[in-house]
C-alpha cells in the first residue's frame, strides 16, 4: 500500500495521470488535458478542484526562497542588498517554476483521495 501510494506521487511528479502513469497530464505549459488519453482517467471532477495545487505551489515556493535565504546567508559574500535582490527574484519566479509540479501532486492528491471518477481498482 505504501509503495503504491509512493507509485503514485511519483507519477504525479512526472506530470502523468496518477491512475496509470501513461497519459500526460498537461496539453501546454500550464493547460492540462481533461481526461487521461490512455485510460480515460478524469483529471478535475468539477470546476476549483485543482485550487489545492495553490497550497502546494506556496509551500514549495516557500521552501524555496528559504532555503535560498540560508544558503546565501552561508556561503555567499554577497550584500544584503544583493541577496534581497535575488531573493525577491526567486520568490517571483518561484511559483511559476513550480506550477506544474504543484498541479501534478494535487492531481495526485485527489486520486489518492478518491476524488476522480473511476473506482479503484477497477481503473
Ligand atoms: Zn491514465
Not at 528559504?66 to 520568490?91: C, D, P
Amino acid at each position: 500500500m505504501f509503495l503504491e501510494i509512493l507509485d503514485i506521487f511519483g507519477r504525479g511528479l512526472k506530470l502523468r495521470c496518477p491512475c496509470c502513469g501513461h497519459g500526460r497530464l498537461f496539453r501546454t505549459a500550464f493547460r492540462t488535458y481533461g481526461h487521461c488519453s490512455a485510460c480515460g482517467e478524469r483529471f478535475e471532477r468539477e470546476p476549483g478542484q485543482s485550487f489545492g495545487a495553490i497550497y502546494i505551489n506556496v509551500g514549495l515556493s516557500a521552501l524555496l526562497a528559504v532555503s535560498g535565504y540560508l544558503v546565501t546567508n552561508a556561503f555567499s559574500t554577497l550584500t544584503m542588498s544583493q541577496q534581497l535582490g535575488i531573493r525577491l527574484l526567486v520568490a517571483a519566479l518561484g511559483p511559476v517554476l513550480f506550477f506544474r509540479l504543484a498541479k501534478g501532486l494535487w492531481t495526485s492528491i485527489i486520486f489518492l483521495g478518491e476524488g476522480l471518477y473511476l473506482q479503484w481498482p477497477n481503473r
